[in-house]
């Protein structure tokens, strides 16, 4: 079966702090598609990235960089000197790939990130 | 923005009463999905559309049901209204190719409480 886990329920930094937000994903197909999406208060889902699982290398966005491990089943998510308006829940979510079909999304319950002053 | 629009935004309901809440997919989509999301938790699948018929559906039941139009746009109906439908529901579109999973992207969504 497809899980993906969010340990950290909530997260509290200090403005310009970095702060990583962990996520294990489980999953017996070799293909599949890995997601982060932020939710603002306002309730919106905010697409931020996806990932293949043929493709491993980590990738940059401006303050946002993700960490890929095969190895650990991992897909970590770090802010570099965060802001107040980084402010949200963040969710990880994993699809399958099947042909002919757009994957459902498996959420985890979330990390809210509260980046205070 | 993505250009999914979900009306109407906040909605309240008696227990069995129905509801029909609606999705305007973006501009080039093929494909729609509906997700649940109670409060403290992640969305949870609840069923996609393809060319007007439903193509995948998770663990709800049949009380839930859908609709795609022609032009992609598409209505989630909920008989029976139960207290536990309480939630906020997510319409999500892509687009949909023999070769591709695409990114499903959001709208707003519509808060549902059932009294």
């Known amino acids: 079966a497809q899980k993906v886990t969010q340990a950290q329920t909530e997260i509290s930094v200090v403005e310009k702090e970095d702060v990583t937000l962990d996520c294990v994903y489980e999953?017996?197909?070799?293909?599949?598609?890995l997601f982060w999406y932020k939710q603002p208060p306002s309730g919106e889902l905010v697409f931020l990235i996806r990932r293949n699982s043929f493709d491993e290398q980590n990738e940059i966005s401006g303050r946002y960089s993700w960490n890929f491990q095969k190895s650990t089943s991992s897909f970590n998510f770090t802010i570099t000197a965060s802001q107040v308006v980084d402010s949200a829940v963040y969710f990880c979510?994993?699809?399958?790939?099947?042909?002919?079909?757009?994957?459902?999304?498996?959420f985890g319950k979330g990390t809210k990130l509260s980046v205070k002053p | 923005e993505t250009g999914v629009t979900q009306s109407p935004t906040h909605l309240i309901k008696t227990r069995g009463q129905q509801v029909t809440l609606r999705c305007s997919s973006q501009?080039?989509?093929?494909?729609v999905s509906w997700y649940q999301q109670a409060l403290g938790q992640g969305p949870q699948f609840i069923f996609q559309y393809y060319r007007e018929e439903e193509n995948g559906r998770g663990n709800f039941p049949p009380r839930f049901s859908g609709l795609q139009f022609p032009n992609y746009s598409s209505e989630l109906n909920v008989n029976a209204l139960e207290l536990d439908d309480s939630a906020l529901y997510l319409c999500a579109s892509s687009l949909l190719t023999s070769s591709s999973t695409d990114t499903q992207y959001f709208g707003p969504g519509t808060r549902l409480t059932v009294l």
């Open positions: 501009s080039g989509h093929n494909t």
């Open positions: 979510a994993l699809s399958e790939a099947a042909m002919g079909s757009q994957g459902n999304l498996i």
């Open positions: 999953t017996r197909d070799t293909t599949y598609y």
